[in-house]
């Protein structure tokens, strides 16, 4: 973990943590949570794109804040004090200090949304059946080749949708509904082939 006294600035497009003897340490290296790095990434990048003095006021201020608020994020998750500078101003902000004795759940610590979520994946499920069934059936009658292509063209189109969403907390409630429509579907595609 990074001792006391560090800074997030960034610099060539990557984020770096660098204490008051100038070393710098890339956040990549501590062990933190996945999603912060990739956001920590991010924001440098766009950092990266833009120009001290030429950029607009409100994307200036909408990259300090985002900045100021994966700082918090940092200084969370290390327990430690981690200001922020500015890529654009150059100004310092304290932001670590005064988050850095709360220490927020992790995600996976809050209740799970049962009903709701059981509920939005239902409606998602009928949407996705409904729609799959009819068009497939509608394309089989004009050609079954054409409505097995169209029906494969048309999961193919969800699969990366579902296995992305799988671990959103709230778009995986839409990717559970969509997967059990599919399922769905197919099921009643494969039955009315029968009889």
Do not use: C, K, Q
């Amino acid at each position: 973990m990074p001792p006391s006294g560090w800074e997030l600035h960034a610099r060539a497009g990557r984020p770096v943590l660098v204490r008051d003897t100038g070393r710098e340490v890339d956040p990549a290296r501590l062990p933190l949570p996945a999603p912060l790095i990739t956001a920590l990434h991010e924001w440098a990048r766009v950092a990266d794109t833009l120009t001290p003095g030429t950029a607009e006021p409100d994307t200036a201020e909408l990259l300090a804040h985002r900045g100021r608020r994966l700082a918090a994020r940092l200084s969370v998750e290390t327990g430690r004090e981690i200001d922020f500078r500015d890529p654009l101003s150059g100004r310092l902000d304290r932001v670590g200090r005064r988050h850095a004795a709360t220490r927020v759940a992790p995600l996976e610590d809050l209740p799970t949304p049962w009903g709701p979520g059981l509920t939005s994946s239902a409606i998602i499920a009928v949407i996705a059946a409904t729609t799959l069934v009819v068009v497939t059936r509608g394309l089989a009658d004009v050609s079954v080749l054409l409505g097995i292509g169209v029906n494969l063209a048309v999961v193919a189109g969800f699969a990366p949708s579902i296995w992305l969403g799988r671990n959103v907390p709230v778009w995986r409630w839409i990717a559970y509904g969509a997967a059990a429509g599919i399922g769905a579907a197919w099921l009643v595609l494969i039955l009315s082939t029968l009889g």
